[in-house]
């Protein structure tokens, strides 16, 4: 059984194999040897699949998981976490960069720390112009409180204790969780009275491209405030917090350059707390 299990969705349809082959190198050449990634690339091109298919044969540690032709994200997390027989519980994505001690890092921590259901870590920020162009800040023991405004914790940055992950039944489904599937995931996990931590260290860098902004659509948003609303109330943090359960919609009404300059700040080290 592998200490770590790395799970990571991929849906890559254009021939830009570059980030993806260096998002799966960057885990297979963690200073962490004792790991499995385990990657569901359902929908993507076959130059994707081709890329995965050379690198799962110069290293069995590599194992492609089968889809339905048309999975989202967090049908193939499950997909994955299903097949999935470490230890612990990796997220990556599949265009972003672990350090090589990363890994090592995260679960050495969490071998120190029993009482602790998952660890993230804190990013630097990065896209395909600029290079690494900020960073990112997590509190070091983030309360249910602070999921209020944003989320404490970077999703690809985390590694789960398997209980707690099979204990929440995994991602959900539902189409209000779609685009905000790790918050309803984390917010789950605190309500089972699971708790996370982050490292106070950039174990990973995180692309963020000029243009992501965009996909967030009205619809997307909509979905993260109705999140919002249920987790909050299954939290007992209501009404309280009611104000923040419109925030994403707020945010969504924003001009574009206030937008920016929020974002601006926060890869300065504006921490997300």
Known sequence: MPKVS?????????GRTGPLREAVESILGQSLRDLELLVCPDGSSPQALAVLEALAAADPRLVLVAGDGGSALPQKLNRCLAQARGEYLARMDGDDWSYPQRLERQAAYLDSHPQVGFVGCCADLFDSRRGVYGQRLFPPAPRAEDFRFNMPFLHPALVFRRQALEEAGGYSLSRWAVLCEDYDLLLRLYALGWRGENLQEKLIRYRVEPEDWKKRRMGHRLNEAVTRFCRFRQLGMLPRALPYVVKPLAVGLLPHGMV??????????????
């Open 6 to 14: 790395v799970l990571m969705g991929v849906r890559l349809t254009d």
């Open 260 to 273: 920016e300059k929020l974002k601006e700040w926060r890869a300065r080290g504006w921490k997300s707390c």
